[in-house]
């Protein structure tokens, strides 16, 4: 069964615009992640977040996390044409379960 | 990190035929994952492929369906059996490490 519910569904956003993606889970966790797949191929692993964080940085990538609500958010800053892809939130206990992914499409 | 080689990359097979997926691991892991991922929808584990034991079907995908071999510790295969169009699907294979996981490049399969 899927943990994480990700939205919006679909964004396009101007290239140069910062790209906003929320994920809620339902159970307790010890870390949400957040992968990225081009064109139906391979997830690359983006950023991880333990459970006793809230924030964490990677380059233009900002992740945020709120236990009490169940509930994470993938900020891309300064997007960039490159970044078109879907983004899933997944959350790890005994196993890595996806949510359901936000299609981001950065327009030139 | 681990690097995983996925064969083949697509594939597109006639109905009540099986295609076997290999994936190959440039270390030696514990657990492999096998996904599968319908057009538009996020990734279902299908089953967790442990060597040297049967492995484990999540809720809605069965062994005579979906047969796994792990014959090693670097190397899992998945076989589709007796495929319908409802089988059309990019299939991966995972590997956890430390907390993260990797991915093969999918197998994009046409079930015609």
């Known amino acids: 069964s899927q943990q994480g519910e990700e939205d919006p569904q679909a964004l396009s956003i101007q290239e140069g615009e910062n790209a906003t993606m929320n994920c809620s889970y339902k159970t307790s966790i010890n870390n949400l992640q957040w992968y990225r797949q081009n064109s139906g191929r391979g997830l690359v692993h983006l950023i991880l977040?333990?459970?006793?964080?809230r924030e964490k940085h990677s380059g233009r990538l900002r992740v945020t996390l709120d236990t009490s609500k169940k509930s994470s958010s993938l900020l891309i800053t300064a997007s960039r044409a490159a970044d078109t892809a879907s983004y899933f939130c997944a959350t790890a206990d005994d196993k890595i379960i996806f949510g359901k992914g936000t299609r981001l499409h950065i327009l030139p | 990190s681990a690097v995983i080689s996925q064969k083949p990359s697509r594939d597109i097979c006639q109905r009540g035929t099986s295609l076997t997926i290999q994936c190959q691991v440039d270390?030696?892991?514990?657990?492999m994952f096998w996904y599968r991922q319908q057009p538009g929808q996020s990734l279902t584990l299908i089953a967790t492929?442990?060597?040297?034991?049967?492995?484990?079907?999540e809720s809605g995908f069965v062994i005579d369906k979906f047969p796994i071999s792990r014959p090693n510790l670097t190397f899992s295969t998945l076989t589709v059996s007796n495929m319908s169009p409802e089988d059309s699907s990019i299939y991966l294979c995972?590997?956890?490490?430390?907390?993260?996981?990797?991915f093969g490049q999918g197998t994009r399969l046409t079930v015609v």
């Open positions: 492929a442990n060597q040297g034991s049967e492995a484990t079907y």
């Open positions: 995972s590997v956890d490490w430390g907390a993260e996981a990797f």
């Open positions: 977040i333990r459970s006793n964080e």
């Open positions: 270390s030696q892991v514990t657990m």
